[in-house]
């Protein structure tokens, strides 16, 4: 073989592996290492964006060990505020908070479910958004310059952080 395809899922979104692919000779079809890594850290994505000046939802701008920095943020921004884990997806280590009250235990919670699902308890906050559109769009390019945009898909019904129905083109 001369080329790896991952398919999707674990390996098509783990850095690690297209580095090791990379490494041996071989090439990984799908995108550089780099930016994968990058995008696999919600907290480190969000850091760049920033950076950037992209605008992003309201909350923490990075992770933090300290409960008194979700306290913090959680009055500035106001209630409900979303715990998520910086790794991983799919509704894991995801907590939705209605309540200060609420706030310590879910952090709590949150923690142990991303270190248990994804290998690490990075975890931050952000507002919670009542029922947003999930809208997504995709792009495919090559190593020579080449991209062709495939459209957008409208991917909001969902049941527990996973999608149940991808319509395209969106009515967004």
Do not use: W
């Not at 495919?140 to 395209?168: M, P, T, W």
């Amino acid at each position: 073989a001369d080329a790896i395809h991952p398919g999707y899922g674990f390996l098509a979104e783990n850095h690690e592996f297209n580095q090791l692919v990379r490494d041996n000779g071989l090439v990984f079809i799908g995108p550089d290492p780099k930016p994968m890594a990058l995008l696999g850290s919600k907290v480190a994505s969000r850091v760049k964006m920033l950076e950037a000046g992209v605008p992003v939802t309201p909350g923490m701008k990075s992770s933090s060990a300290d409960l008194d920095e979700y306290i913090k943020v959680g009055k500035t921004i106001g209630y409900p505020v979303l715990i998520k884990a910086s790794a991983g997806g799919g509704g894991k280590g995801m907590r939705i908070v209605r309540t200060e009250a609420e706030l310590k235990e879910a952090v709590s919670s949150a923690m142990r479910e991303s270190k248990s699902a994804f290998g690490s308890d990075e975890v931050y906050l952000e507002k919670y958004i009542e029922s947003p559109r999930h809208v997504e769009f995709q792009v495919a390019a090559d190593n020579y310059g080449n991209a062709v945009y495939l459209f957008e898909r409208e991917c909001s019904i969902q049941r527990r952080h996973q999608k149940i129905i991808e319509e395209a083109p969106s009515p967004a």
